[in-house]
């Protein structure tokens, strides 16, 4: 991390893209950045022709008061980090909640149904992120391959992220969300980006091999839409959590340094697959069910989407699992976009990330889209769970 540290005003100028999300911000969040047409005529993939920029020096962002209290406000938080790989972070802030429901009529490279706004909040987050001048490979769940910066604005850094975690919660307004890693990159292995932007089978590997494995990441986070609106994210120090004050336009530090609960009473599995799992993990099962001495089972909580159920896992404890069964071999969770990241902030919180046998963050993937089984939440929850495996 010392390699990505830079000046507070580098920082300071944190690019954002689309055109099209920054007009349905409200008027009061709109006067937050201040966009200019894009002078060069260079390519910006459906961007709208606009690069915007936050306004406001450091002194000016690191706090604000309210009722004579001082909070401390994401951007300021992210300027006292002097971190470069940080301004990557605030372009996550891109993202805002569209209007559109339903299924779009196409699926993606894992076969599943495309919601409109999985495909609207993709290429809002890709386009956030080919203009911010730091990333130079980006990955996402809803791309069939990773894809290289456009060297005009290309850095270094390695993004990888899930637009929008839940989707098939969309229309029953349950909480959805979207998560995202950062890693450093290999300088041996950088993409060369000719005339098609999408990298063949060679490069594909480089991608893999520079983003192994979870344990090199430099920052992961998820931000959360539910009744309010919740982003999450370490650096390598810690956790902390940020909400979204409408009043402000800004995401506002409401806990730091959050310590997963050593163990827990709730545990977040679908049990529809019962049938389908094995039979050390319905031993497992049934054995949080049992009452025993205490006369009190644990608690079966599941709401379907992984950031929901992983940010209650974080505050209360317990256990989440997406395992392996009969129909899904390797589960249905990525490694790249969701173990990895989530992983990565349940260690930073004092937790743990087990595919049932070995740490998450130690898996080297083999390919973009590949799925591992995951078991991550309170340390003893966890490792109660991989001795019933072993």
Avoid at 230 to 248: E, K, R
Wanted: proline content about 4%.
């Amino acid at each position: 991390m010392a390699a990505a540290a830079a000046s507070t005003t580098s920082i300071s100028h944190l690019l954002f893209s689309s055109s099209r999300s920054i007009s349905r911000l409200s008027p009061s969040q709109q006067t937050l950045l201040s966009c200019t047409p894009n002078s060069k005529k260079r390519h910006v993939a459906a961007t709208g022709g606009a690069r915007c920029m936050a306004v406001g020096t450091a002194s000016e962002a690191e706090t604000k008061k309210r009722g004579g209290h001082e909070i401390q406000t994401l951007t300021g938080w992210l300027l006292k980090q002097e971190q470069l790989v940080l301004s990557m972070l605030s372009l996550l802030l891109c993202f805002r909640a569209y209007p559109w429901l339903g299924v779009q009529g196409a699926v993606n490279i894992q076969g599943e149904d495309q919601k409109k706004l999985d495909v609207v909040s993709n290429e809002v987050f890709s386009n956030c992120l080919r203009s911010s001048g730091r990333t130079g490979i980006i990955a996402s769940e809803e791309e069939d391959v990773p894809v290289a910066v456009e060297e005009s604005y290309s850095g270094n850094y390695i993004v990888v992220f899930d637009p929008l975690d839940g989707s098939s919660n969309i229309d029953a307004a349950v909480s959805t969300g979207s998560i995202f890693g950062i890693y450093s990159p290999n300088d041996e292995c950088l993409a060369e980006i000719g005339d098609d932007s999408t990298l063949g089978t060679m490069e594909q590997r480089c991608v893999v091999n520079v983003c192994q494995p979870g344990s090199n990441l430099l920052a992961a986070g998820y931000c959360m839409y539910s009744s309010s609106i919740i982003f999450v994210l370490s650096i390598g120090n810690g956790v902390f959590s940020f909400a979204l004050d409408p009043m402000y336009g800004e995401f506002v530090l409401t806990q730091e340094n959050i310590q997963i609960p050593k163990s827990g009473k709730i545990y977040s599995f679908n049990e529809g697959n019962y049938q389908l799992w094995d039979d050390k993990l319905k031993k497992y099962i049934d054995d949080l069910k049992d009452p025993g001495p205490t006369g009190k089972p644990y608690t079966a909580r599941y709401i379907g989407s992984l950031v929901g159920d992983f940010h209650r896992t974080l505050l209360y404890g317990g256990i989440y699992g997406y395992p392996r069964d009969k129909k899904s071999k390797n589960g249905k969770l990525r490694l790249l976009y969701e173990c990895a990241p989530m992983s990565y902030l349940a260690e930073q919180a004092g937790g743990k990330g087990s595919d049932g046998h070995h740490r998450v963050l130690d898996i080297q993937p083999v390919e973009i889209h590949q799925r591992v089984p995951l078991y991550i939440g309170s340390v003893e929850e966890v490792e109660k769970l991989e001795k019933y495996l072993a």
